[in-house]
């Protein structure tokens, strides 16, 4: 079985700009959800995502974005970058909307200057 | 919304010593309150978790308690070893989404 993963590991980006991050879900897991954790903070709840569209939001703006593909991957785009989007990132997955046990990846490290 | 407090942000013990992490929640509607544990430059990692028609759950060194009328919960760490050292964090969750509250976390040190 295969746990989830997250790609990049760790990113440098300038105000401004946009950037994509990635993940795999869990094997069997059809379920996504990221996660937005400050320094020093608990993880914030973004958004989730099943069967490729968004089902359910966080008080995040439209520039936090999201996409899911057949294999339940998913992507987690930011527009329009700022400072306080510096952050670790983290996906997690979960057998299915509803089953509220979720396995978190080991996040991506986003620092924006 | 659902608020989640979680006390203390730092404890220390003793290795050897029992560890106690304590939660409160405001949403009566929360049905389902997991416990994460995060070591540095990993993601949090369930390490148990209780339903509200659940009093207590107990694992290993584990243990887990919810008081539903009083909106409280906690984490009970017995026989502290090194490796318990993490950061550990409550959450609270409702059928009504999937989104999990988090707490702000407790730093737990276990002295040798």
């Known amino acids: 079985e295969t746990g989830v993963t997250q790609s990049p590991t760790h990113l440098i980006k300038t105000r401004g700009q946009q950037v994509t991050l990635r993940c795999s879900s869990q094997?069997?897991?059809?379920?996504v959800s990221w996660y937005q954790q400050a320094l020093g903070q608990g993880p914030q709840f973004i958004f989730q995502?099943?069967?490729?569209?968004?089902?359910g939001r966080g008080n995040f703006p439209p520039r936090f974005s999201g996409l899911q593909f057949p294999n339940y991957s998913s992507e987690l785009n930011v527009n329009a970058l700022e400072l306080d989007d510096s952050a670790l990132y983290l996906c997690a997955s979960s057998l299915t909307p509803g089953v509220y046990e979720q396995y978190f990846g080991p996040g991506t490290r986003l620092t924006v200057t | 919304g659902e608020n989640v407090e979680q006390h203390p942000s730092t404890l220390s013990v003793q290795e050897g010593d029992s560890a106690v992490i304590k939660c409160t929640y405001s949403?009566?509607?929360?049905?389902?309150f997991p416990w994460y544990k995060q070591e540095l430059g990993k993601g949090p990692q369930l390490i148990i978790d209780?339903?509200?028609?659940?009093g207590e759950k107990k694992d290993q060194r584990i243990a887990v308690t919810l008081n539903k009328t009083a909106k409280h919960f906690s984490l009970h760490i017995t026989e502290t070893q090194p490796e318990d050292s993490a950061v550990y964090f409550c959450?609270?969750?409702?059928?009504?989404?999937?989104?999990?509250?988090f707490g702000k976390g407790t730093r737990l040190h276990i002295l040798p």
């Open positions: 209780i339903r509200s028609n659940v």
């Open positions: 959450a609270a969750t409702s059928n009504r989404d999937d989104k999990i509250i």
């Open positions: 094997s069997g897991h059809n379920t």
């Open positions: 949403d009566s509607a929360s049905n389902y």
């Open positions: 995502y099943y069967r490729e569209e968004e089902n």
